[in-house]
């Protein structure tokens, strides 16, 4: 098939396409309450809090992110806002990414049907409904609607993205400065969300050069949309800049790994299939249902999977990193679903469907639960091999960030000191405004926040028993250290972790944090580290 009479059509008669069904309204309102009430009974998980901390400093950019992801928390976290208030912020992007995912499909599925116009328009609105439904059946994009993540706000540039590279890979709308310069913008505003971003501009590119050659390289719109997009995304390299470049050296290093090995690759590529679903990876047999043009924004998918892939086997890629590829699928997913459904093979895509729909149930009341009763007791040490219960960072770190304040206070301390840098962020938001020192060898944000404990220096420390330290004395620790509180948590009547509260004072400076052993934590009562007898 021609590609320009399909972009012809698709022009002429998807200027308004048509509204949501009634019943994925419905559906989609439901959804939405549901995150909202979920976010609204569960604490900030430790990125969410790392975001949210940038909310409460703000600045141009950040140590391991671009900033859009804090400025978009800056007012409600300046007025105080409660976490269910700040939940609703990755909710909105959620939907809209979904909404935007309906009208892209509804787009590409006409322009592929150009010479039937009324089963053109049929076939699109079941393409956009199972296009909504991989979204809806994919556990892990539920867990992005919930808590805001970088990731989150990447997912709805990236649709929107695709939906303007559309219209600019038509030939009436390449003509036009404003749509250029709306592109623009659009790239800015990804690349202030996330550095791999990169990957995105990469695909618009690739698309816009399919469509209209090397030609598109003399339209004046075109330069001055990277202009609008270098400037938007300008506070980046500033700060960087002022900063010793310590973002993009971070970022090299993080995303270089380790040795590469293919088992790493495996084990990746089986995470997104449990993540993200089976279903999503109808997409690419959706390819047969597009337009050829419109092939090229498979590239919305294919470059970030692919570069994150790679950077699995050297064991530095996380599953949710892929987060806005799959959501560029799923407008092909929705199209070859479609395609499947209508051939009469339901049986396999229903029972796809409804084992998904049962594992989008199951992970909230998980994280609900704190992962009770199958969790109880899973906590990290040197001698055992179970991983902590991933579940518990949901919960008690609030009740924990206020007995922090009440116990600094009674002690005349403003600082609060943890022995690694993934529970700075919890402490940090709910103990806030305590400044917060990670006593390890590193440098983070915290560092640019606060600065290093100083030599000599007392600090309110707190341990957690889902990650839980040696009380630091001596040489590589603080002069004395007196234990003040114990904090149980517990969910459904299961403990689910529990923090120590110490007041040190005399820093080393010289800090090497060592994890406590099975052994130190099963011992006899009167026998911890701290001299402190156990609860």
């Given at each position: 098939m021609d590609g320009r009479p399909a972009l012809t059509l698709l022009n002429s008669h998807m200027q308004m396409p048509p509204r949501l069904p009634q019943r994925l309204r419905w559906l989609l309102a439901l959804v939405f309450v549901l995150h909202a009430l979920l976010g609204a009974n569960l604490g900030l998980s430790v990125d969410e809090a790392h975001y949210a901390l940038y909310a409460?400093?703000?600045?141009?950019?950040?140590?391991?992110?671009?900033?859009?992801?804090?400025?978009?928390?800056?007012?409600?976290?300046?007025?105080?806002?409660?976490?269910?208030?700040?939940?609703?912020?990755?909710?909105?992007?959620?939907?809209?990414?979904?909404?935007?995912?309906?009208?892209?499909?509804?787009?590409?599925?006409?322009?592929?049907?150009?010479?039937?116009?009324?089963a053109a328009h049929a076939q699109a609105v079941q393409s956009g409904f199972w296009a909504v439904a991989v979204l809806l059946l994919a556990p892990l994009l539920h867990i992005l609607g919930i808590g805001l993540l970088p990731d989150t706000l990447l997912m709805f540039w990236s649709v929107v993205l695709m939906w303007q590279t559309l219209r600019l890979m038509g030939?009436?709308?390449?003509?036009?400065?404003?749509?250029?310069?709306?592109?623009?913008?659009?790239?800015?505003?990804?690349?202030?969300?996330?550095?791999?971003?990169?990957?995105?501009?990469?695909?618009?590119?690739?698309?816009?050069?399919?469509?209209?050659?090397?030609?598109?390289?003399?339209?004046?719109?075109?330069?001055?949309?990277?202009?609008?997009?270098?400037?938007?995304?300008?506070?980046?390299?500033i700060w960087n800049a002022q900063n010793h470049w310590v973002s993009f050296v971070y970022q090299a290093k993080h995303g270089a790994g380790s040795s590469w090995q293919a088992l790493h690759l495996l084990r990746f590529l089986l995470v997104q299939v449990l993540a993200f679903g089976p279903l999503l990876w109808w997409g690419l047999l959706g390819l047969r249902g597009v337009a050829r043009p419109q092939r090229m924004v498979t590239g919305f998918f294919l470059i970030p999977f692919a570069v994150l892939a790679y950077l699995s086997g050297g064991g530095s890629s996380l599953p949710h990193w892929t987060a806005p590829a799959w959501v560029a699928l799923a407008p092909f997913a929705g199209i070859g679903l479609a395609r499947t459904w209508a051939s009469g093979a339901r049986f396999k895509v229903q029972l796809l469907a409804l084992l998904q729909a049962l594992a989008c149930v199951a992970l909230p009341a998980i994280m609900l639960s704190a992962g009770m009763p199958f969790m109880e007791g899973k906590t990290a040490s040197l001698e055992s091999s179970d991983a902590p219960n991933p579940f518990a960072d949901l919960h008690g770190w609030e009740a924990a960030g206020a007995r922090a304040k009440d116990l600094a206070a009674q002690q005349g301390l403003d600082t609060v000191a943890v022995q690694n840098w993934t529970l700075a962020s919890r402490i940090g938001w709910y103990a806030r405004p305590l400044k917060v020192h990670v006593l390890e060898d590193r440098f983070d944000q915290f560092d640019l926040w606060a600065g290093k404990?100083?030599?000599?220096?007392?600090?309110?420390?707190?341990?957690?028993?889902?990650?839980?330290?040696?009380?630091?004395?001596?040489?590589?620790?603080?002069?004395?250290c007196s234990k003040l509180d114990h904090l149980a948590v517990q969910r459904l009547g299961y403990a689910v972790s529990s923090f120590d509260f110490y007041a040190c004072n005399g820093w080393s400076g010289q800090p090497m944090p060592r994890l406590k052993s099975a052994a130190s934590k099963e011992a006899a009562p009167g026998s911890t580290s701290s001299g402190f007898p156990k609860p």
């Amino acid at each position: 098939m021609d590609g320009r009479p399909a972009l012809t059509l698709l022009n002429s008669h998807m200027q308004m396409p048509p509204r949501l069904p009634q019943r994925l309204r419905w559906l989609l309102a439901l959804v939405f309450v549901l995150h909202a009430l979920l976010g609204a009974n569960l604490g900030l998980s430790v990125d969410e809090a790392h975001y949210a901390l940038y909310a409460a400093h703000p600045a141009l950019s950040y140590f391991d992110h671009p900033p859009l992801v804090g400025w978009v928390q800056w007012p409600l976290v300046a007025l105080g806002s409660p976490t269910a208030l700040l939940r609703l912020v990755p909710g909105l992007f959620w939907l809209g990414t979904v909404l935007l995912v309906y009208r892209v499909t509804l787009r590409m599925a006409v322009a592929a049907q150009s010479a039937q116009p009324q089963a053109a328009h049929a076939q699109a609105v079941q393409s956009g409904f199972w296009a909504v439904a991989v979204l809806l059946l994919a556990p892990l994009l539920h867990i992005l609607g919930i808590g805001l993540l970088p990731d989150t706000l990447l997912m709805f540039w990236s649709v929107v993205l695709m939906w303007q590279t559309l219209r600019l890979m038509g030939r009436t709308r390449v003509e036009s400065v404003t749509q250029w310069l709306l592109l623009g913008g659009l790239l800015g505003l990804a690349g202030l969300s996330k550095y791999t971003a990169i990957f995105t501009a990469l695909a618009v590119a690739l698309c816009l050069l399919s469509a209209h050659g090397l030609a598109v390289l003399r339209k004046p719109g075109l330069w001055l949309a990277v202009l609008l997009a270098l400037l938007l995304v300008s506070p980046v390299a500033i700060w960087n800049a002022q900063n010793h470049w310590v973002s993009f050296v971070y970022q090299a290093k993080h995303g270089a790994g380790s040795s590469w090995q293919a088992l790493h690759l495996l084990r990746f590529l089986l995470v997104q299939v449990l993540a993200f679903g089976p279903l999503l990876w109808w997409g690419l047999l959706g390819l047969r249902g597009v337009a050829r043009p419109q092939r090229m924004v498979t590239g919305f998918f294919l470059i970030p999977f692919a570069v994150l892939a790679y950077l699995s086997g050297g064991g530095s890629s996380l599953p949710h990193w892929t987060a806005p590829a799959w959501v560029a699928l799923a407008p092909f997913a929705g199209i070859g679903l479609a395609r499947t459904w209508a051939s009469g093979a339901r049986f396999k895509v229903q029972l796809l469907a409804l084992l998904q729909a049962l594992a989008c149930v199951a992970l909230p009341a998980i994280m609900l639960s704190a992962g009770m009763p199958f969790m109880e007791g899973k906590t990290a040490s040197l001698e055992s091999s179970d991983a902590p219960n991933p579940f518990a960072d949901l919960h008690g770190w609030e009740a924990a960030g206020a007995r922090a304040k009440d116990l600094a206070a009674q002690q005349g301390l403003d600082t609060v000191a943890v022995q690694n840098w993934t529970l700075a962020s919890r402490i940090g938001w709910y103990a806030r405004p305590l400044k917060v020192h990670v006593l390890e060898d590193r440098f983070d944000q915290f560092d640019l926040w606060a600065g290093k404990l100083p030599v000599g220096g007392s600090a309110l420390l707190v341990d957690w028993s889902q990650l839980p330290y040696e009380t630091p004395i001596g040489a590589n620790g603080f002069t004395q250290c007196s234990k003040l509180d114990h904090l149980a948590v517990q969910r459904l009547g299961y403990a689910v972790s529990s923090f120590d509260f110490y007041a040190c004072n005399g820093w080393s400076g010289q800090p090497m944090p060592r994890l406590k052993s099975a052994a130190s934590k099963e011992a006899a009562p009167g026998s911890t580290s701290s001299g402190f007898p156990k609860p």
